[in-house]
């Protein structure tokens, strides 16, 4: 029996199998969509998305079969490959029809990665991580055909069981799994020669705004990226709400960046080197009546960047900053000390005593707090416990913020009211 379709008479194909199999996966698709996910229970959801995600990866393998054949489709118009064809007839851009292209032919090499398509257990993400890795192996010069044809059955089983991102860190040193004692070694001087090329494509640039923000651009190695990250998360979370916007999710984009200011502003000044014998520090002037008022404003450093007098006394409160004090006629009538700065030994004490964060509305751990000192040391105020608190860096920043009083409870906690 012939498995070709049958011809008729006048050499006409009366029905195509393909395309009336593709009719009938559109119109089952059509008919899907008239219907509402709304009304559908969890666990029918889920099962659905189950079979959409294996029906998706089918899907992908059918279509990757033909673009591994679509030599002919390039030939007729005149194209390197049918990405160009792809853009014409169907507005994919060049970049990702050529890359599908690829893909295709790639997938065409390794028999387990399409059969697993096939079946729908391998996504066309994970399939593209795993051909990328097995690439990478042919172009090994210590890899042999056993090496790969193992890889290729480990890292489709790994498929089944971990994400796409997953899948690629194992894909990077799936040759030490396959064969560790030769490998090992080598995977050793790579990940040397990678961390090497880190440090030589590290940078960090900034850029003022203009509009009292800064642009950071840097880039460094993924192990300085992972400390960081890990630092920062660990500040930003839990982080309470603060009264301004209590019952609104701050993004964690926002809470991240607070983060990292945190860590720049209770960065250990002794650990930075020393200029002339003294530790590298940033200097405010500022005229003394602005400095006692909420108003005014401070020079910070000698680049002359402006910031409030509220700021600037916030961040004296804990920063290695040396107060330039001014007179009417400009005349320094103080240059402040660090000595102002609570020594690590009562922030240990006022740990113990405060607990956590002294303002009424607000939790946050005294791991994350700083020590504000009740009267300023622009009032007078001493460098001790009776006349420090723990405030959390929202909070310490409240406290200098005009547009709120503050007044502190019989309890010792600090309750803010908005100025009319």
Known sequence: MSLEPEINHWGINPEDPIDAELAALESSLDNLLTRDPVY??????????????????????????????????????????????????????????????????????????????????????????????????EAHPEASRENLVL??????????????????????RILVEVDPERFE????????????????????????????????????????????????????QPRKLSAENRGRKTPYDRLLGQAFARVIETYDVDQLPRHGGHATTVFITMNIEDLRRDLGTAALGFDGDQITAAEARRMACNADLIPVVLGSDSEILDFGRSIRLAHPVQHRALRLRDKCCQAEDCDAPAAWTEAHHLKPWSEGGLTNLANMV????????????????????PDGRIRFTRRA
């Not at 929202?394 to 409870?409: F, G, N, V």
């Open 185 to 236: 070694a080598a995977e050793a001087k790579a990940l040397q020669r990678e961390e090497e090329r880190a440090q030589r494509r590290t940078f960090f640039t900034s850029r003022a705004n203009g509009d009292g923000t800064v642009e950071i651009h840097a880039r460094v190695s993924t192990a300085v990226a992972m400390r960081l990250r890990t630092m920062l998360d660990s500040l930003a």
């Open 40 to 137: 559908w229970r969890t666990d029918e959801k889920k099962d659905r998305l189950k079979r959409l995600e294996i029906i998706q990866a089918k899907q992908a393998a059918l279509k990757l079969r033909i673009l591994a054949v679509s030599g002919d489709i390039a030939e007729e118009t005149g194209s390197k490959d049918a990405s160009g064809w792809m853009l014409t007839e169907l507005l994919v851009d060049k970049k990702i029809g050529r890359s599908e292209v690829k893909l295709a032919a790639a997938v065409s090499r390794y028999e387990l990665v399409a059969a697993g398509l096939a079946e729908g257990v391998i996504s066309q993400d994970k399939a593209r991580v795993i051909v990328k890795a097995l690439e990478a192996i």
């Open 390 to 409: 723990l405030l959390c860096p929202s909070d310490h920043r409240r406290i200098h913020d005009p547009d709120y009083a503050h007044e502190r409870l």
């Open 151 to 172: 890889a290729e059955k480990l890292l489709v089983e790994y498929a089944t069981e971990m994400s796409a991102t997953k899948l690629e860190i194992i894909g990077k």
